[in-house]
C-alpha cells in the first residue's frame, strides 16, 4: 500500500470527532443493533464485541448496551435499520465512501445528496469508488511507555500486514478475516489494544496542495459525519503537514 488514510488522523487533530454526546451515542447504538443481528453473545461475535468494547469507552450506560444488543437480536422492537454504503467523488476529484445505519433510506439519501452538492461533490454508481480501496482490520495501541521497536516485532509475529505510527499511537493493519486473532495475539503478551474495528483503506492517495479546496474538503467531511444516519466516512485525500 502506498499510505493509509489521513482522515481519522485529522479527526483526532482537528477536533472534528468531538459530535455531540447524544450523536455518539446514537451512533454506537446502531453499530451494536446492526452487530447483534448475528448473534447477541458478545464472546462469539466478534463485531459485537468491537462496538461493545467502543461503546464503553464512550461511557455509554450498560442498560443502553443491553437495550440495543436486544434490538439487534430481535428480543425488542424497534425500527429496522438498513446498511447502505454510498460512493462519492468529492471536490479534487477525491474518492469518498460513506457508511449509513439507517431506518428511513429516502431521508438518509437526500441528506447525503444535498452536502454534497453543496461542496461540488455527487454521488456515484456502486463500484465506481471503492475499487480504489480495500477493507482491512485496523486497531491503535498506545506508544506511552512502551518499547516501540519491541513493540513492532510483537505486532509482525502477532500476525499483521502493516504498521504504522500515528501521533502516539502504533496504528496496526490486518486483513479483515485476521483482525480478531491478531487482536488475541497481542492482548495475550498484555498489551492494551484500542479503538479495533473494519475499515476502508485507500490504495493510493490524493494529495491536495491548495488551501482553499482542502478546508472545502475537510468541511465536506465534518458535514458528513455530523448526520445522524452516518456511521463513518472514509476518504483517498492527503493534505501536507502545512496545510492543517
Known amino acids: 500500500m502506498s499510505g493509509h488514510s489521513k482522515w481519522s488522523q485529522i479527526k483526532r487533530q482537528k477536533g472534528a470527532a468531538d459530535i455531540k454526546r ?56 424497534g425500527a429496522r435499520l438498513e446498511e447502505i454504503l454510498y460512493e462519492a467523488i468529492g471536490p479534487g476529484g477525491i474518492g469518498i465512501l460513506i457508511e449509513a445505519a439507517t431506518d428511513n433510506r429516502n431521508r438518509t439519501n437526500s441528506e447525503i445528496k444535498n452536502i ?18 480495500e477493507k482491512m482490520g485496523k486497531f491503535l495501541i498506545s506508544l506511552t511507555g512502551q518499547n516501540q521497536d519491541e513493540l513492532e516485532l510483537q505486532v509482525i509475529d502477532a500476525g499483521a500486514q502493516d504498521l504504522e505510527e500515528q501521533e ?62 452516518v456511521t463513518v466516512v472514509y476518504s483517498n485525500f492527503d493534505l501536507p503537514k502545512e496545510l492543517l
Do not use: C
Not at 447477541?40 to 462496538?51: H, I, P
Not at 454534497?116 to 480501496?133: D, I, R, W
Not at 498484555?190 to 479546496?213: F, H, M, R, S, Y
Open 116 to 133: 454534497l452538492a453543496n461542496f461540488s461533490g455527487k454521488l456515484t454508481g456502486s463500484g465506481a469508488v471503492s475499487y480504489q480501496f
Open 22 to 77: 447524544g450523536a455518539i451515542f446514537s451512533k454506537l447504538t446502531n453499530a451494536i443493533i446492526l452487530s447483534a443481528r448475528h448473534g447477541g453473545d458478545s464472546e462469539a461475535n466478534f463485531q459485537l464485541k468491537m462496538a461493545v468494547e467502543k461503546a464503553r469507552e464512550a461511557s455509554m450506560p450498560k442498560e443502553n448496551i443491553d437495550r440495543a444488543i436486544k434490538r439487534g437480536t430481535g428480543e425488542l422492537a
Open 168 to 229: 502516539e499511537s502504533l496504528a496496526v493493519y490486518t486483513k479483515p478475516n485476521e483482525l480478531e486473532m491478531v487482536k488475541k495475539n497481542l492482548e495475550s503478551q498484555g498489551i492494551n489494544i484500542k479503538e479495533a474495528a473494519l475499515i476502508w483503506e485507500p490504495k493510493n492517495l490524493i494529495t491536495i496542495g491548495d488551501k482553499v479546496q482542502a478546508e472545502r474538503i475537510l468541511k465536506l467531511m465534518e458535514r458528513l459525519e455530523e448526520l445522524d444516519g
